[in-house]
């Protein structure tokens, strides 16, 4: 079956300032949490670092010019906060605002809508020194950079994403430290989640102060949740694990209440401290919201299973292995959370903003990087798009994850999620066979079932 999808509709691709610009220490930038990180000894795989990741710093246009073969319609791209301030706070850089302006008026002269995170995990050192997302002032810088950033460039973008997956830097980093900045405390964890909602809900509040076009949103990760079974026990711990993954941020993002009460008992003394008025904060109301999806589980309760005392197993298709990183193939859950939005948060208008998969790829003897397992991923998870759309999903865009092989955070340079392949040493980028098949879905606005 041939699924169109609706005229105006957004494709594109999605990458992350960190994860492929490169240039770290280049034009007057300053040093963030990642680029402290990845020089600790044993923190990253293959002791790698993005000091240098795609060179996209000073590749940006042969970038461009990829895209543009492509024919996609949409970059989902992020600003390096340290790049345009070094500090966190007060005097901007201009050499950096330049080159995020050099950038947007290549994707423009392209036909290619820059959709723009303002904050994709790199907090600048002196930030992350003076108490990072755990300080609630942190906020307050936030929202300073994101006027800046909407003052330079909201003539241009599209779109703006204020916080990529804060639970991520929340909880990989702040409570796991697998991530930056690898601080180890459930309490900093939970105070750096609330920050970072209060810095999106001033960040919001500040766009509409400012006389920038386009829309703004937030970018978060959600899990599709299934109980293990009917018992009491997995069904308490599928409620907590979704509470964790989902509801934390969906209801006060959404104005449906407060965090969890089920989160917020379980906690108890590590809680952090919710002062009035922050919900209204949180819920100044938005434009789009950007769904980063990837994976389902399967919970069940598990003593032993840490701090939620859970255990997942990955959801994933009949027929279907492990994706290079351990995840499912799971479209159903795709749908399910599209129909989600519209039953419980009152259907706004969604994009994907990221979606795809790692896999082991690299060059034949000819210099061609056949990635099969990735069409069949992508469209089966394009197929559950258009069937939500068929229900009745306000979905506008979808931006696969990822444009080109880059630094993949704590497993360095040992996972490619892109549609393109990266050479690290030459720096050679070669179109995968789903870049290409990708380029047909665009063009023909449809995919095959």
């Known amino acids: 079956m041939r699924l169109k999808f609706p005229k105006d509709f957004l494709w594109g691709v999605a990458t992350a300032a960190y994860q492929i610009e490169g240039a770290w220490n280049e034009d007057g930038k300053g040093a963030s949490i990642w680029d402290t990180f990845t020089h600790m000894p044993g923190r990253i795989t293959g002791g790698n670092t993005g000091d240098v990741a795609c060179d996209h710093y000073h590749r940006y246009r042969e970038d461009v010019l990829l895209m543009k073969e492509l024919g996609v319609k949409a970059y989902r791209m992020s600003m390096s906060w340290p790049r345009v301030m070094p500090k966190g706070r007060g005097k901007a850089n201009e050499k950096g605002i330049d080159f995020y302006d050099r950038l947007i008026d290549e994707l423009a002269a392209a036909g290619i809508k820059p959709l723009v995170t303002l904050y994709h995990w790199d907090l600048p050192q002196p ?10 002032e942190t906020a307050d810088y936030f929202a300073d950079y994101a006027a800046l950033a ?4 909201g003539d241009r973008v599209t779109g703006w994403m204020t916080f990529n997956e804060p639970i991520c830097t929340a909880f990989l980093g702040y409570k796991d430290g697998l991530f930056a900045p690898g601080r180890n405390s459930l309490s900093d964890a939970l105070a750096a989640a609330h920050t970072q909602l209060l810095a999106h809900g001033k960040a919001v509040a500040a766009f509409r102060s400012t006389k920038a076009r386009g829309k703004i949103g937030i970018a978060v990760n959600l899990c599709d ?5 009917k018992s009491a026990e997995d069904l308490a711990a599928a409620d907590r694990e979704d509470a964790f993954n989902n509801r934390w941020f969906l209801d006060p993002i959404f104005g449906k ?17 919710v002062r009035d008025g922050d919900y209204k904060t949180i819920a100044q109301p938005i434009d789009f919201f950007g769904l980063n999806y990837y994976s389902g589980s399967e919970v069940r309760a598990n003593p032993g299973g840490g701090f939620l005392k859970t255990a997942g197993k990955p959801l994933r298709e009949e027929g279907t292995e492990l994706t290079d990183i351990g ?13 989600r939005f519209k039953k419980e948060y009152g259907n706004p208008p969604v994009i994907v903003t990221e979606n795809g998969m790692a896999n082991a790829d690299s060059p034949d003897k000819a210099g061609a990087v056949d ?21 009745g999903s306000n979905l506008i865009g979808y931006t696969v994850w990822t444009l080109m092989d880059n630094f993949e955070w704590a497993q360095g340079f040992s996972k490619r999620f892109g549609i393109v392949y990266t050479d690290y040493k030459t720096q050679e980028r070669i179109l995968k066979s789903s870049a290409k098949w990708f380029a047909g879905v665009i063009g023909d606005n449809a995919v095959d079932s």
């Open 371 to 391: 990635d099969d397992a990735r069409i069949k991923y992508l469209k089966m998870h394009f197929a559950a798009a258009g069937r939500a759309l068929k229900d």
């Open 327 to 339: 995840w499912g193939w799971w479209p159903e859950g795709l749908y399910r959370l599209l129909m």
């Open 225 to 229: 949740v299934k109980s293990a079974s």
């Open 127 to 136: 930030i992350e020194d003076a108490g990072g997302w755990p300080r609630r």
């Open 150 to 153: 909407f003052e330079r460039f």
């Open 257 to 273: 209440g407060p965090y969890p009460e089920v989160l917020v008992d379980w906690y108890g003394r590590e809680m952090c401290q």
